[in-house]
């Protein structure tokens, strides 16, 4: 998919463009140009988005019989990774919104060969000559990654980056630092958004395939150190020594809260003997005080009560891989996964068996 997106994002139309402000009244971008081998085609100006893999066409406009032709939007662009595309061929434009004239000039012919002069934005003239260079296989991907790091507009820092993106741990650091330096220069854009999303996702991604190899019966359990309601880290390893139900719930979660009596049920009946909970919230932030209320409502006496309030973003969900609540890991007394997923009738019987 990446890589896909990457020869969409990249691929360069060779076109000959030539902006003229003088005469017009319009304060958006106008682009003029000529392409000198694509006499009669029409040429289109697209706007990309990387992530959701949208493209919103903006304009068009026919090329004459010597290849000229002439775009104009009514107002100006908001920052972002566009495109001019001809046929099956693209030229790559990486514009903050500041512009008002654009200057390409070349040959279709010679589009993938990175010999486009482009003025009026250099970061569109930078992602061309580098179009060449991958097409000419003078670089690879690798050299297309530094150039991510090292990027002073994010806008490009991001268009870099698609090239090999596979969803590695190496990719969530890279694409986090790229969402930091959009948030601080566009942050009210889509692209910062939509990153920030997809960041996240790779995150629980990886982390759910991590839980394959870690979370597992006979496997130890990870440790989890989140605060209490009062602000007190808790440690799950700290119940080294009891048979330990490891609960995550949430305050909203309706099938967590009927499932509670029993829980509560068989936390009297064994607290004495060795057996304790600890629940882990998957409140979200800001609901604090509906996670205390459930608590007192749902008469959870147990004192190992822990959250970070992140929702589905809670450094413990993403460790144990949670997708869905409520879900348990039963625990022996010297912290190994014995069971899991256990409720109802089926919880009583597994906790016994370890006491």
């Known amino acids: 998919m ?14 000959m463009l030539a902006l003229n402000c003088a005469g017009t009244s319009s304060t958006g971008l106008t682009i003029k ?20 893999k949208k493209i919103d066409v903006i304009s068009q406009a ?8 002439t775009i104009q939007t009514d107002k100006p662009l908001d920052a972002g990774i566009y495109r001019i595309r001809i046929g099956n061929r693209f030229v790559p434009l990486i514009l903050n919104g500041s512009e008002k004239s654009l200057q390409i ?5 010679d589009m993938d060969a990175g010999k486009c002069i482009i003025k009026g934005s250099e970061e569109s003239t ?32 991001l268009y870099y980056a698609f090239g090999g993106i596979t969803g590695s741990k190496e990719d969530v650091a890279l694409l986090k630092n790229i969402v930091i330096n959009l948030r601080a220069k566009y942050p009210k854009s889509t692209y910062t958004s939509d990153l920030d999303n997809m960041v996240t996702s790779l995150e629980r991604d990886i982390a759910t395939r991590e839980s394959t190899y870690l979370i597992k019966e ?9 605060p209490d309601p009062e602000g007190k880290n808790i440690e799950l390893k700290s119940l080294r020594g009891k048979v330990v139900l490891l609960d995550f719930w949430a305050s909203w979660c309706g099938p967590c809260r009927r499932e509670n009596p029993n829980v509560v ?16 919230s998957l409140d979200r932030p800001g609901a604090k005080e509906n996670w205390k209320e459930a608590i007192a409502a749902d008469h959870l006496t147990w004192p190992n009560h822990v959250s970070d309030l992140q929702h589905w973003n809670s450094a413990a969900g993403r460790t144990y891989g949670i997708q869905s609540i409520p879900q348990t890991f039963l625990l022996n007394k010297e912290g190994v996964i014995v069971a899991t997923n256990l409720r109802g009738e089926a919880l009583e019987p597994a ?3 370890y006491l």
Not at 2 to 15: D, E, H, M, P, T
Not at 33 to 52: E, H, I, M, N, W
Not at 218 to 226: R, V
Not at 265 to 280: A, L, M, P, Q
């Open 126 to 157: 930078k992602a061309h000559q580098l179009l060449g260079q991958m097409f000419n296989k003078e670089i690879g991907l690798a050299e297309l990654r530094a150039e991510s790091i090292k990027a002073q507009d994010p806008l490009a820092a």
């Open 105 to 109: 000039t070349g040959s279709l012919g």
């Open 218 to 226: 006979g496997s130890e359990a990870p440790n989890i150190s989140l």
């Open 2 to 15: 990446f890589r896909s997106l990457f020869v969409l994002g990249f691929a360069c139309a060779l076109s």
């Open 351 to 353: 906790i016994k068996k």
């Open 62 to 69: 026919e090329l004459n019989g010597s290849g000229k032709y």
């Open 265 to 280: 049920n068989i936390y009297n009946k064994y607290k004495d003997k060795g057996f304790t909970v600890y629940s882990v």
């Open 33 to 52: 140009g000529k392409v000198t081998d694509a006499s009669d085609l029409r040429v289109f100006f697209d706007r990309l988005q990387l992530v959701t």
